[in-house]
C-alpha cells in the first residue's frame, strides 16, 4: 500500500523537539528517503528499521507517531503497521470495557 507523501520530509528530526535532537535518525549520515511512506519500498524500510534499533529515543518516538504522524517509519514501523497495532489496542481496550 502507497500512502500520499506529505510536504515534508519523513523522520521525527524534521520537527523541534528536544528529545529529537538525540534521534538516530538525526544523524548526517541517515537518509530520510528511508522514513518512506512506500509500504513496499523493503530496502528503505529494512535500512530505516536498522537505524531505528539503535534509537535512544524509540519510545519516544512511538508515542509521539502514534499522536502526530499518519505516514512514513516511525520507531521502526510503517504507518500500516502503526495503525494495524493501534487498532488491536483499541478492539482490546473495548473488550475490556
Ligand atoms: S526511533 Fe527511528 S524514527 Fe524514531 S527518532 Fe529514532 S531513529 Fe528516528
Do not use: N
Not at 538516530?24 to 549520515?29: G, L, N
Not at 519500498?41 to 537505524?51: L, N, P
Not at 534509537?55 to 512514513?72: D, I, K, M, S, T
Request: glycine share 8%.
Amino acid at each position: 500500500m502507497f500512502w500520499p507523501a506529505p510536504a515534508e520530509p519523513f523522520g521525527p528530526s524534521r520537527d523541534s523537539h528536544d528529545w529529537m535532537r538525540k534521534s538516530a535518525c538525526s544523524r548526517r549520515e541517515v537518509d530520510p528517503d528511508w522514513f518512506t511512506s512506500d509500504e513496499e519500498d523493503f530496502g528503505a524500510i529494512e535500512r530505516a528499521r536498522e537505524v531505528c534499533a539503535g534509537c535512544p529515543v524509540q519510545l519516544l518516538c512511538r508515542l509521539h507517531a502514534e499522536q502526530h504522524e499518519p505516514f512514513g517509519v516511525y520507531a521502526g514501523e510503517t504507518a500500516g503497521e502503526r495503525t494495524q497495532r493501534l487498532r488491536v489496542r483499541a478492539r482490546r481496550l473495548k473488550e475490556v470495557g
